[in-house]
T-cell receptor
Framework: GQQVMQIPQYQHVQEGEDFTTYCNSS?????IQWYKQRPGGHPVFLIQ?????EVKKQKRLTFQFGEAKKNSSLHITATQTTDVGTYFC??????????????FGQGTILTVHP | EAQVTQNPRYLITVTGKKLTVTCSQN?????MSWYRQDPGLGLRQIYY???????DKGDVPEGYKVSRKEKRNFPLILESPSPNQTSLYFC???????????????FGDGTRLSIL
């Protein structure tokens, strides 16, 4: 079945440093979503990428979808303590009969030291 | 207020004692899903439902049952809970889901289950 690998599992940064997390799928994706989960909270939707090579920005966050639609990345510029949390990607497989089956990556836990 | 409501939020129970975790959404969403979250494993989909009376297995369906008799409710049933089902469970909903209509999911606050 479809697998989505996310790296790194943990990332510790000093406030002001940049941060990147990567997702790689074993199959071509129809689209990919990114979520953020604050400590003790539930995942909250950040963005969805649909097109091959798509790049979207939200303030200091930049999201990319690979040309082959099998990988994606989230980059945070100049991290702040409010960026702390776990970042997940979630991919929907292209084609097939499992139209509703979303596969999440393992998540990257980001800690930011002030 | 648009929301996904799970109950209970916390439960400690014993092996073999049937339990149900309820999930209700007030957004008229077609798609609902259950996930379990375990350290190092991320979110794994248990079951999902594309609409009323339509349910499908996710990645880890063993030991769980679901039903979707009404659009707003999607209960998760553990007929004979075992310790390896100790986990944090999330219910989520979205307007629709599919190859051409993947839409953001709204998550409930989670249910922490401990099976002794």
């Amino acid at each position: 079945g479809q697998q989505v690998m996310q790296i790194p599992q943990y990332q510790h940064v000093q406030e002001g440093e940049d941060f990147t997390t990567y997702c790689n799928s074993s199959t071509t994706l129809s689209n990919i979503q990114w979520y953020k989960q604050r400590p003790g909270g539930h995942p909250v939707f950040l963005i969805q990428l649909v097109k091959s090579g798509e790049v979207k920005k939200q303030k200091r966050l930049t999201f990319q979808f690979g040309e082959a639609k099998k990988n994606s990345s989230l980059h945070i510029t100049a991290t702040q303590t409010t960026d702390v949390g776990t970042y997940f990607c979630a991919g929907l497989s292209a084609g097939g009969t499992s139209y509703g089956k979303l596969t999440f990556g393992q998540g990257t836990i980001l800690t930011v030291h002030p | 207020e648009a929301q996904v409501t799970q109950n209970p939020r916390y439960l400690i129970t014993v092996t073999g004692k049937k339990l149900t975790v309820t999930c209700s959404q007030n957004m008229n969403h077609e798609y609902m899903s259950w996930y379990r979250q375990d350290p190092g494993l991320g979110l794994r989909q248990i079951y999902y439902s594309m609409n009323v009376e339509v349910t499908d297995k996710g990645d880890v369906p063993e030991g769980y049952k679901v039903s979707r008799k009404e659009k707003r409710n999607f209960p998760l049933i553990l007929e004979s809970p075992s310790p390896n089902q100790t986990s944090l469970y999330f219910c989520a909903s979205s307007p629709r889901q599919g190859t051409y209509s993947n839409q953001p999911q709204h998550f409930g606050d989670g249910t922490r289950l401990s099976i002794l």
